[in-house]
């Protein structure tokens, strides 16, 4: 009897695990790939396909040729880390705590203790559940750590990810060698500067009592001398050793290049794709490849210097229209296309403040006003929006409605078979029925427009009306006078005496007037009243969906800790190469 209840056992067991496995596969069939691309500071006016004759992106053209463009993409905000935050989580970055309510408005280090908090469910770990395998390669710039230098509590692998090779942080222009800061520039200044009236005034002092002409004793000046060391190091190792704490790259939990060098950087991550994309060509994979292209410093590569027409902005970026083409052709070779979702984007609008030596070192954003960091303005955050799917999505296909980075999250979700989370505000919506075909219209009634924690205006695209209204209630103060950025300080504010405030606010319609040039009025346009009245009930709907959450971008939460630096070799020694350490690299994985 025992025997026999053993037997039917093992075999149901087997039975089901059979079962399962066909089925299992069976389903997996139906999955597609998932490749996003994201481009960091990219402007939507760099590309040929959205209108640029000069910069050549055959590559990308080809994507949105062999695809859908979408021509109303919209960032969540206007800097890296809460639109990354956003596309994340398809929740405005102010669901999460990750939106600032200070000057710094991304994560500035790696040792800062902010970042994409433990409870947020990323569309990577949905697509996990559902059987992908899931990669990010590339920029991250959402935290690492939490309390101390190896609990990885914001890092990649803790929010869904099977395999993180890249940038825990950002590029900046510190890692490369020679180029002016970009990190606080102005703080540092000002400390270099207090440095130098420090040093020399106990020089001075020190002098004056060795030629006995100063009645100090020797212990306050070994006391001011303490203090001055304490004020220089406080300079000197955030700041003076950027490039080593920050130019890292991580391969999974484990530090393996500090700093980096960026070409080869650019190489290894491109490589790395490829290498992803075979591993895992017999099952769903989901790769999220996230450049750290167009940022400052410019490319250096040899293979693409001088050969744009327009500097080395244009070199870079048509280095980044190569290194698609070179990923979507491994795609291709490996006769993944009819069974792979390709989505390119750009993490929010072009840095139009970006100057260096002269030269403009930051993106076009064609007609739209404005730019990187202003969240109000077109400029800032509408961005290229590309997919392709050959065989389900209509070639040469153009969407004009309002969509945001936020709807991925939803619309992966959908073609992996996973459910949304259901306890929290998800702000993306589906895009299949867009994208299909099958509707022609947004689900995105209002999109509200953050800049940090502040919201700058609301989108208003009414049902039964092609009209696309903005309000804009903040706008930044630019600088100089009569130009369009604030050059002054190389980035404009989101609040304080850097911003206007704006009642009733400024009114456009941008399906007709995308570049926001001309103000509605109660003269010039019959509904004005009802369309600001729409808005500001549109506005106080959303303030009651908000609730209080940890400050991820506190002050406690984005300065430099020590404790929390990820390092290779040992702590404050951090230093090493991949290439010192090939041999025992053997990669199983
Ligand atoms: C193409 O891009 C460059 C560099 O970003 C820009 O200066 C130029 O104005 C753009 N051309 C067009 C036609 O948009
Ligand atoms: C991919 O789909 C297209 C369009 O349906 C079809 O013409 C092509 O033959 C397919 N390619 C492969 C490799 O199945
Ligand atoms: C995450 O935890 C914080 C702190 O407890 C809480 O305020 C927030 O609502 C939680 N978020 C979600 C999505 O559950």
Redesign the pocket.
């Known amino acids: 009897m025992d025997c026999f209840v053993i037997h039917w056992r093992f075999l149901t067991a087997v039975l089901s695990c059979c079962l399962l496995i066909s089925g299992g596969s069976a389903e997996n069939d139906s999955k597609p790939n998932i490749l996003l691309i994201m481009a960091d500071d990219l402007g939507i006016g760099d590309l040929g396909c959205y209108g640029n004759d000069t910069i050549r992106t055959p590559n990308i053209d080809r994507l949105a040729k062999e695809g859908v463009k979408l021509t109303q993409h919209i960032s969540a905000a206007a800097f890296c880390t809460p639109s990354r935050t956003a596309f994340m989580t398809s929740r405005y970055p102010i669901r999460s705590g990750m939106a600032s309510e200070s000057s710094v408005p991304v994560i500035l280090w790696n040792a800062a203790s902010g970042g994409l908090p433990n409870n947020e469910t990323t569309f990577a770990k949905i697509l996990q559940k559902q059987g992908y395998t899931t990669g990010l390669i590339g920029k991250w710039h959402l935290g690492v750590n939490c309390e101390n230098r190896t609990d990885h509590c914001h890092h990649p692998l803790y929010h869904g990810f099977d395999y993180f090779y890249g940038l825990p942080y950002t590029l900046v222009s510190d890692c490369r060698p020679g180029l002016p800061s970009e990190i606080m520039p102005k703080l540092q200044d000002e400390l270099l500067f207090l440095n130098q009236v420090i040093g020399l005034g106990l020089l001075s002092l020190i002098l004056g009592r060795l030629a006995g002409l100063l009645p100090v004793g020797w212990k306050v000046i070994g006391l001011l001398s303490f203090c001055g060391t304490l004020c220089f190091l406080s300079w000197y190792i955030p700041f003076g050793l950027f490039r080593q704490w920050n130019c890292i790259i991580m391969k999974n939990n484990d530090v393996i290049e500090q700093p980096f060098e960026i070409e080869e950087a650019s190489n290894d991550l491109l490589q790395e794709a490829i290498n992803f994309i075979e591993r895992n060509k017999e099952r769903p994979f989901l790769l999220y490849f996230s450049f750290m292209h167009v940022h400052t410093p410019l490319s250096e590569d040899k293979r693409f210097a001088g050969k744009s027409k327009y500097g080395q902005y244009g070199d870079t970026v048509e280095e980044m229209d190569w290194i698609i083409g070179e990923i979507t052709d491994s795609i291709k070779r490996l ?1 993944l ?2 069974k792979t979702l390709v989505y390119f984007t750009s993490d929010h609008g072009g840095h139009l403040e970006s100057r260096q030596m002269g030269k403009q070192t930051g993106g076009w954003n064609g007609v739209y006003k404005g730019g990187k960091g202003m969240a109000g303005w077109e400029g800032g955050i509408r961005v290229p929006g590309i997919f392709k799917w ?2 389900v999505f209509q070639a040469e296909t153009t969407i004009n409605e309002p969509t945001s980075l936020m709807d991925i999250y939803p619309t992966v979700v959908s073609l992996a078979g996973g459910t949304l989370p259901e306890d929290r505000t998800i702000d993306g919506r589906n895009l299949m029925p867009l994208l299909l075909g099958r509707t022609h219209r947004s689900e995105h009634e209002f999109m509200f427009h953050y800049c940090g924690s502040y919201l700058h205006a609301v989108r208003w695209h009414p049902k039964n009306s092609d009209a696309v209204y903005k309000a804009h209630y903040v706008t930044p103060i630019f600088s100089p006078e009569g130009a369009v950025g604030c050059y002054n300080t190389r980035y404009c504010m989101c609040y304080g005496p850097g911003v206007m405030h704006h009642d009733p606010p400024l009114l456009f319609d941008i399906s007709v007037d995308p570049s926001e040039m001309h103000v509605l009025s109660p003269q010039t346009e019959p509904k004005y009243y009802n369309i600001i009245k729409q808005l500001q009930a549109a506005v106080e709907e959303h303030n009651n969906t908000l609730t209080d959450v940890p400050k991820q971008m506190s002050f406690y939460n984005v300065i430099w800790k020590p404790w929390l630096q990820p390092c290779c070799g040992t702590f404050p020694f951090c230093s090493c190469s991949k290439n010192s350490e090939m041999h025992s690299a053997d990669d199983p994985n």
């Open positions: 006769s296309e009819n050959p065989g």
